[in-house]
């Protein structure tokens, strides 16, 4: 059976609410497993009693302060509670209460459970009523520092970005973590992010493509650089952008086996062959990188890059 205790300490001060004076007018409700549940999950006493009571306000519709009280135990015990957050959301208005306090005590439960969505979600509605984000940047900022991948983190900042238009001061900050891990796919997600915004002019794409060429220099088999190229030249194609095929030509030659690198160089031949600009050796050339993959730099997507290679032959031998 399962143990559902989290956010609990037995020793501590806490007083069941089944004997709490205050509380005595209310009738507590079971959860209801039917008669025959499957896996029955072993609650704590606490568990029970906090639920139990939170299950008959949830009924009664009972809006006040030892309500609002008790969703707060409720939400130390499992704070991935949709139903819990929400009426608590609901508390809120009916109660008039502080929002800017209400942010202050999201924040810390955050910063305990960084990865859980329901206090994601409880963050943007409370900035949504409040309508400013002046703490948004620098809060996510705090927890992406430990983690820098933080899905939820990144798309709350996100929101807040196109809500209240902080564009500004993006770029310097995706910079700055690219500058600590050129590795951090999330940091690139975030560049593509502000620059889709922003528009990818002629001089932005020749912008980003020397950008993301001086760092695949610095690290060859880092693959979110190698995507984010990709991603900046989609329209025009790979093909297309002046002088790359030879800069990635050149680094081949020089001996640098990067997956990603023969994969780009693959993509541009094909590009080559559809749009018929092709050279006369370009099949062969795609072919024999397909078949390096496989046998040697990229074994492990072998029957991948081998069909790859019948595709090219066939639509284009």
Known sequence: MADVSSGEDEQDSFVFYRDRDNWKDVTPIQQDDGPNPVVSIAYSERFKDVYDYFRAILKSGEMSERALALTED??????????????????????????????????????????????????????????????????????????????????????????????????????????????????????????????????????????????????????????????????????????LKDTLDEMYTRGIDSPYLMATLIDIYEEELENKKAEPRTLDKAVELCQKLSTDVDYIRREYWNYVCRDLQNRFG
């Open 74 to 243: 409720a939400i130390g015990l499992n704070a991935a509670n949709y139903t819990v957050w929400h009426y608590r959301r609901l508390l809120l208005r009916a109660l008039n209460k502080d929002l800017k306090a209400e942010l202050s005590y999201v924040s810390e439960v955050i910063e305990e459970q960084p990865k859980n969505y329901q206090v994601w979600y409880h963050r943007r509605m409370l900035i949504d009523w409040l309508n400013e984000a002046n703490q948004e940047l620098e809060f996510t900022s705090s927890i992406l520092r430990p983690d820098t991948k933080n899905y939820h983190a990144w798309q709350h900042r996100q929101w807040v970005i196109k809500k209240f238009n902080l564009w500004d001061s993006e770029l310097e900050y995706v910079d700055k973590l690219l500058t600590e891990d050129l590795r951090n796919n999330s940091a690139w997600n975030q560049r593509y992010f502000v620059l889709s915004h922003l528009g990818f002019t002629d001089e932005v794409i020749q912008q980003e493509v020397k950008f993301t060429m001086e760092l695949i220099e610095k690290v060859p088999n880092n693959e979110s650089a190698w995507n984010y190229l990709k991603g900046v030249l989609r329209k025009q194609g790979l093909s297309n952008y002046p002088g």
